[in-house]
């Protein structure tokens, strides 16, 4: 089997075993703590640019099939594993994950302690890395230091073009940063009849058509390289009611004077516990981010915290004290499980049939 190494920003070097693609593969090494759902989230566009690496230390092992691709064509930088299951069983099962990885031309390397270098990783933060496929290609790294080309993550991860995914109910329009498939399914379970536009939209592009409610998708990197996206928020959040998930949850705050950070290591994984702060209902989530909304700076807003993480009390909610708008950091669409906080998708429902009733109402006078 051919040798694969894994370069670390630190100096660090792990010699493992290569699968998947062939090249080179560089970006940020992030730990997803997931027992489950590798498929997903290597399709997941907000992995753009990233290493992922799992600590669950059996991958593979039931396969792939495109049912539970959540983007047409991964961009996840690199995968890491310890032990790339040698046969896959599931009677869903199309091609096994070093064939799909190979397909994408994506790099993997087995055989690590993946769980260590998580130890590392949270002892010292998200560190950039490199995947080679050689002793001198890791010495070559080491010598000249990491080259990450800086890139526009949410313009590789947005479509280009507007789309509909279209039904009977409710007109949403979902702006794409780098959307999962995962959010228009929990859409279309409940009829809504949706377009798909580019991270690109302005509100008057969205508002011309007709929407009854926004929603903002989750998406890759940080919230502060998406351009123009604050200006539409407020011009739309004024207009309809609006639903921010993710990468939508950091630009729905930073639009209304909030604040975000990069965080030291994020959170990735399907087992975070949020707790909603009215009612203490505590939901576990799956999350994927790797910067969050500042608490400090949400005081002096018109932004309620609405969720909160529990194990490191960063915001996982937000509200607009003024208008029908509201955002959560985790996915209530989650791809894999669990699916403690779907009932998010029907409160946006309701907050627009509740808005439009109102605005009939005032109507009448």
């Known amino acids: 089997m051919a040798k694969r190494y894994l370069v670390l920003e630190d100096g660090s070097v792990y010699e493992g075993t290569a699968f998947g693609g062939e090249h080179s593969g560089t970006g940020e090494l992030v730990f997803n703590t997931g027992m489950t759902g590798y498929q997903e989230s290597i399709t ?41 299951a040698r046969l896959a069983s599931n009677w869903r099962n199309q091609m096994s994950l070093d064939e799909f990885l190979r397909q994408h031309d ?18 010292r ?16 790294v080491l010598e000249q230091g990491m080259q990450v080309s800086p890139k526009n993550l949410v313009m590789e991860s947005t479509t280009k073009n507007g789309y509909p995914n279209p039904n009977t109910g409710k007109r949403i329009v979902v702006v794409d940063f780098g959307l999962k498939h995962s959010i228009l399914r929990e859409l279309s379970k409940r009829k809504c009849n949706v377009v798909v536009l580019p991270a690109t939209a302005t509100a008057v592009q969205i508002l011309n058509y007709k929407p009854d409610g926004v929603l903002l998708s989750n998406g890759p990197g940080d919230p502060k390289d998406v351009q123009g996206a604050a200006t539409m928020i407020r011009t739309v959040e004024r207009t309809v009611p ?28 399907f087992n975070h516990p949020v ?21 400090s700076s949400v005081a002096n807003t018109d932004l309620l915290v609405t969720h909160e993480e529990i194990n490191d009390d960063t ?6 004290k003024k208008y029908p708008a509201f955002s959560v950091q985790f996915h209530p669409d989650a791809a894999p499980g669990p699916h403690d906080s779907s009932h998010l998708f029907d409160e946006f429902l309701e907050s627009i049939t509740s808005y439009q009733r109102q605005k009939k109402i005032d109507i009448r006078g």
Request: proline fraction near 2%; aromatic fraction near 8%.
């Open 275 to 295: 707790r909603e702060i009215a009612t203490n209902r505590i939901d576990f989530t799956a999350q994927n981010h790797g910067y969050a909304v500042d608490a």
């Open 125 to 140: 933060g998200t560190m950039k890395s490199v995947l080679v496929n050689s002793k001198k290609e890791a010495q070559s």
């Open 242 to 269: 609006l639903f921010g998930i993710c990468l939508g949850h950091q630009l729905f705050a930073l639009a209304n004077g909030a604040d975000t950070f990069k965080m030291k290591f994020g959170h990735r994984g």
């Open 44 to 84: 997941d566009q907000s992995y753009n640019g990233e290493i992922l690496m799992f600590t669950y230390p059996l991958i593979g092992n039931y396969g792939v099939n495109f049912d539970d691709n959540e983007s047409v064509t991964p961009t996840t930088a690199g995968v890491v594993v310890h032990e790339l």
């Open 315 to 320: 915001i996982e909610g937000l509200r607009h």
């Open 106 to 123: 994506i790099p993997g390397i087995s055989g690590l302690d993946t769980r260590a270098i998580t130890k590392r990783i949270r002892a």
